[in-house]
């Protein structure tokens, strides 16, 4: 089962912070998962819509100005990072799955993986880019076909993983409260992985790998090793 460092190694350092990343990578992890949003034309590696949980700024993040956002605290000193931070950091030394958070991120992201790929190490084989946003997600995929994509959700759909075989998927990327056995059988059956978040005790672990998921994302990549 793969193990994902969610939002970096977030359990043990603020999360999306390129300290988190950092521990992560010290942990051995083989692939993190970080969020992006767009901003004042950069690409800005946070989760929430607001800024206020997780740093000491206020408003939504998409409307600030690169300066405000350099400047805040995400958490015991470390700033928000851009995407290129983070991708120098890791240097293609593990894989990274991008999620996208909302709109314009689809061509930033495919211009950025593709310079990553000349000037940091990477490969195309290390990506993967996921959405909750399918319509941004297609977009990617029709950017950058070659490249694996994850089709986020957090619910259980009627036709099981039908939508994300037609996106084109690689793999179905599940909520830990929604996924059963007949889902993962589903995207099984449709040539599809399935990723679970997020997962952060054992016994969690030991049920999805007993219905055959994966990979699963967690916050103490620790605790897997
Ligand atoms: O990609 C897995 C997970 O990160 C999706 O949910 O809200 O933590 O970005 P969220
Ligand atoms: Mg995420």
Redo the contacts with the bound molecule.
Sequence with gaps: MQIIA??GASGLAPENTLKAMAVAIELGAGAI?L?VQWADGELWVF?DRRLERCTDGHGVLTEQSTAYLMNLDAGQGESIPTLWQVMTLIAGRCDL?I?L?GAHTAEAVAALTHRAEAELGFTPAHWVI?S?HHPELARFKALRPELRI?A?I?NLPLQLAEFAERLGAWSL?C?VDFVDAELVADAHQRGLKV?V??VDEMSDRDTLAAMGVDGI?TNRPDRFK
């Design positions: 969610h939002r998962e969020d989760h799955h999620e958070k996921s909750f994850g986020l957090a990327n909520d990723l978040y997020t994302f």
